[in-house]
């Protein structure tokens, strides 16, 4: 089983970040789950698709540095701006939402400041 569907309104998360955060699949023609367009793996983009999460707690973001230097290093972690510069992998290449590989459950976002992206909840329960 290569995951559930997942649609516009999943909860996700940032293994660097502080809060969750909810999916945008934006309601181009796309194919509906549970009333929701059907995300896929190119609903990657930063705010457009992923809004942040909450504040970012990475060492190897330069805000979360310059802002840490500046307390004399106390660490101090900064909004969450996403840095997501590639697609969710792995999709379900055998289900197709215009002509891309659907997002399940089991797929993963990364953050070029070291944060990995999860589905917690997909408000969709269809298997794919």
């Known amino acids: 089983m290569a995951g559930s569907v997942v649609s516009n309104g999943a909860t996700m998360m940032c293994a660097l970040g502080s809060s969750p955060s909810t999916l945008v699949a ?42 840490t230097a500046a ?32 997002l399940t459950n089991t797929s993963t976002c990364q953050c070029m400041w070291g944060g990995v992206i999860t589905i917690t909840s997909p408000p969709s329960n269809v298997q794919a």
Request: proline share 19%; with cysteine.
């Open 26 to 67: 934006l309601p181009t023609p796309r194919v509906m789950s549970c009333s929701q367009p059907a995300a896929t793996i190119m609903d990657f983009k930063p705010f457009a698709n992923i809004p942040g999460f909450g504040a970012c707690m990475s060492p190897a973001n330069p805000q979360v540095i310059a802002a």
């Open 71 to 102: 307390a004399l290093g106390v660490f101090t972690p900064q909004p969450c701006i996403p840095a997501t510069t590639s697609p969710w992998a792995p999709g379900n290449p055998t289900v197709l939402v215009g002509g891309l590989p659907v």
